[in-house]
């Protein structure tokens, strides 16, 4: 087996342990690989081995790769957005998780009405209310989320967030709580277009406390792809 292999197999054991420690089904814990600066072969390295959820954090380089590819890969657009960006990829993308912004909300909708399609997203939330991160602050998000459900071309998944970069992950156990506990704020508003069934948190170093949190998405780029040049 090459190496992909070995660490795609080697994670997925790992989040299967992590949901049977937390009485989950592993079948509801889906793995992004962060494919960001890696070549085409390498990506399909990975598609071979029967994987299709890849994660891109720049607009320019998912646009590169999308005609590249096979087409039954899902993109997930995982990075900063930013507005005038947003045509370039609503009709290529299976999720954005970085929807940070009320205005970003509003740009995707428009264009998604100009193309005719509907664009699954996830809102930012800034949960540790780190300044160097993007995301909405938890009392910015509820009182705007009635005008982002009220958007057409928009279906909101669920929510999430960048843990800040701790020695140990259970340092960062708090900000997966929160954003599980605020998902679960909002389903009480049942609020059309408005599905929290997704989470989006845990990277290659703190996953596995994302699952047992309540991730169903995880971000993993270095762990299967090895280090970024």
């Given at each position: 087996m090459n190496t992909i292999a070995l660490n795609l197999q080697d994670i997925n054991e790992e989040i299967k342990k992590c949901c049977d420690k937390v009485k989950r089904d592993p079948a509801e814990v889906k793995l992004i690989a962060v494919s960001k600066f890696k070549p085409v072969e390498v990506i399909e390295?990975?598609?071979?081995?029967?994987?299709?959820?890849?994660?891109?954090?720049?607009?320019?380089?998912?646009?590169?790769?999308?005609?590249?590819?096979?087409?039954?890969?899902?993109?997930?657009?995982?990075?900063?957005?930013?507005?005038?960006?947003?045509?370039?990829?609503?009709?290529?993308?299976?999720?954005?998780?970085?929807?940070?912004?009320?205005?970003?909300?509003?740009?995707?909708?428009?264009?998604?009405?100009?193309?005719?399609?509907?664009?699954?997203?996830?809102?930012?939330?800034?949960?540790?209310?780190?300044?160097?991160?993007?995301?909405?602050?938890?009392?910015?998000?509820?009182?705007?989320?009635?005008?982002?459900?009220?958007?057409?071309?928009?279906?909101?998944?669920?929510?999430?967030?960048?843990?800040?970069?701790?020695?140990?992950?259970?340092?960062?156990r708090p900000v997966f709580r929160g954003l599980r506990l605020l998902a679960e704020k909002i389903k009480e508003f049942n609020y059309p277009n408005v599905d929290m069934k997704e989470l989006s948190m845990g990277m290659s170093d703190d996953f596995k406390v994302a699952i047992e949190e309540g991730a169903t998405y995880v971000r993993i780029g270095s762990r299967i792809f090895g280090p970024r040049n």
């Amino acid at each position: 087996m090459n190496t992909i292999a070995l660490n795609l197999q080697d994670i997925n054991e790992e989040i299967k342990k992590c949901c049977d420690k937390v009485k989950r089904d592993p079948a509801e814990v889906k793995l992004i690989a962060v494919s960001k600066f890696k070549p085409v072969e390498v990506i399909e390295d990975a598609y071979k081995l029967g994987h299709r959820n890849f994660g891109e954090n720049r607009v320019q380089e998912l646009v590169d790769k999308v005609p590249a590819l096979p087409h039954d890969i899902k993109w997930h657009l995982i990075g900063t957005l930013q507005r005038n960006k947003v045509k370039y990829i609503v009709d290529s993308v299976e999720l954005i998780h970085s929807v940070h912004s009320l205005a970003l909300a509003r740009e995707i909708s428009k264009q998604a009405k100009k193309k005719n399609v509907d664009v699954n997203i996830l809102l930012q939330v800034n949960i540790a209310e780190e300044e160097s991160k993007h995301g909405f602050q938890e009392d910015q998000l509820l009182p705007e989320l009635k005008e982002i459900a009220s958007l057409e071309g928009i279906k909101v998944k669920g929510l999430m967030t960048m843990a800040p970069i701790a020695d140990d992950p259970e340092k960062v156990r708090p900000v997966f709580r929160g954003l599980r506990l605020l998902a679960e704020k909002i389903k009480e508003f049942n609020y059309p277009n408005v599905d929290m069934k997704e989470l989006s948190m845990g990277m290659s170093d703190d996953f596995k406390v994302a699952i047992e949190e309540g991730a169903t998405y995880v971000r993993i780029g270095s762990r299967i792809f090895g280090p970024r040049n």
